[in-house]
């Protein structure tokens, strides 16, 4: 039982002040998005792995955009969970608390996260393909596929990064800031083999801090982790916080 295993975390987190979070899809999971390798994966029903690229929005613009309109319409629909909710409460426990994560469905922010860096984007934003502009829309269904820039008419494409794409400077940057910067990083949700994310926890790993693992399944990073949590995140942060509330109000 994962609540007999959570002594040397509260040992650990005792002498931490800083702690970074690194989530993929995986914690959007209990909240209904299917995440992207599983089962019910978005890779495997769609064929994702070709449609999030740059090759298949130009050979066929409207199919990309019938799959991320699809998208919306599944994350428009979905409430944060648990599992958000405490990392978001995390900002108030820790001294020194950052997220970062991989997932586009701005389900932090919904849970009150301040200001997650978003490696790979965010869903509810596109981006004018001539002018560069990034504007946000949460209209679900959108109106018109492919939607067109209200300034200039040129196409718009989801404010995301695609396989084959370059993360931004900055927001790579940044990531690695706040991975070098921390004494634990909790990864939660994510098979940790998109690159250049799951370089991130190596990164930290190499500053010194402590890696806490939360995952159903193992990972490339499990067998390097100091910590592995076997379960939901859903399930598991709320009951470290749980433990965490009692040890400072016993
Ligand atoms: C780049 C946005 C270079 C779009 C996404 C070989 C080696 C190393 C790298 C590469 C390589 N071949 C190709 C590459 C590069 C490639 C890459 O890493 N490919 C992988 C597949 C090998 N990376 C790129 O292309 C990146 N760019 O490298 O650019 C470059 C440099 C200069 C100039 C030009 C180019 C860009 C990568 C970003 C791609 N975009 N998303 C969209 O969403 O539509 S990635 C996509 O995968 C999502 O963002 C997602 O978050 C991310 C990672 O997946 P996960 O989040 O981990 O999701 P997954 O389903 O895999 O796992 C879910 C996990 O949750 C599972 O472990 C499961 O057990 C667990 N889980 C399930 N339920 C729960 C749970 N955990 C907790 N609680 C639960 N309830």
């Known amino acids: 039982m994962i609540e ?24 959007s999971a209990e909240s209904g998005i299917p995440t992207f390798r599983g089962e019910q994966g978005l890779w495997r029903q769609f064929r994702a792995e070709e449609l999030a690229t740059p090759q298949a929005f130009e050979r066929d613009a409207r199919l990309v955009w019938e799959w991320y309109d699809w998208r919306r319409g599944i994350i ?29 469905d701005g389900l932090h922010e919904r849970a009150g996260s301040r200001d997650p ?22 209209e ?13 008419g040129a196409m718009l494409r989801p404010h995301v990064v695609w396989f084959g794409e370059a993360l931004e400077g900055r927001v790579l940057e940044e990531a690695f800031r706040r991975s070098a910067s921390c004494d634990v ?6 098979s940790a083999i998109v690159h250049p994310a799951a370089s ?17 399944d193992p990972t490339p990073l499990s067998r390097t982790a100091d910590l592995v949590f076997r379960g939901k995140a859903g399930q598991i942060l709320p ?8 040890k400072l109000r016993p």
Do not use: Y
Not at 76 to 91: D, F, K, L, V
Not at 95 to 104: A, E, G, H, R, V
Not at 140 to 152: A, F, K
Not at 204 to 216: H, L, T, W
């Open 4 to 27: 007999n295993e959570l002594g040397p975390l509260l040992a650990l987190l005792d002498r931490t002040t800083r702690v970074a979070v690194l989530t993929g899809s995986g914690i």
């Open 76 to 104: 428009g629909r979905a409430e944060p969970n648990e599992g958000h909710r405490t990392i978001s409460a995390w900002q108030e426990v820790f001294p020194s608390f950052s997220l970062i994560t991989q997932n586009i």
């Open 117 to 138: 860096v978003e490696l790979h984007g965010n869903i509810w934003k596109l981006r004018c393909l001539r002018e560069g502009t990034v504007t946000e829309s949460r």
């Open 140 to 152: 679900v269904p959108l109106r018109s596929l492919p939607p067109l820039c209200p300034g200039c």
């Open 185 to 190: 990083m909790f990864v939660v949700g994510t």
């Open 200 to 216: 991130l926890p190596l990164a930290a790993a190499d500053s010194g801090a402590k890696i806490v693992e939360v995952n159903p």
């Open 239 to 246: 009951l470290i916080q749980q433990k965490l509330i009692q």
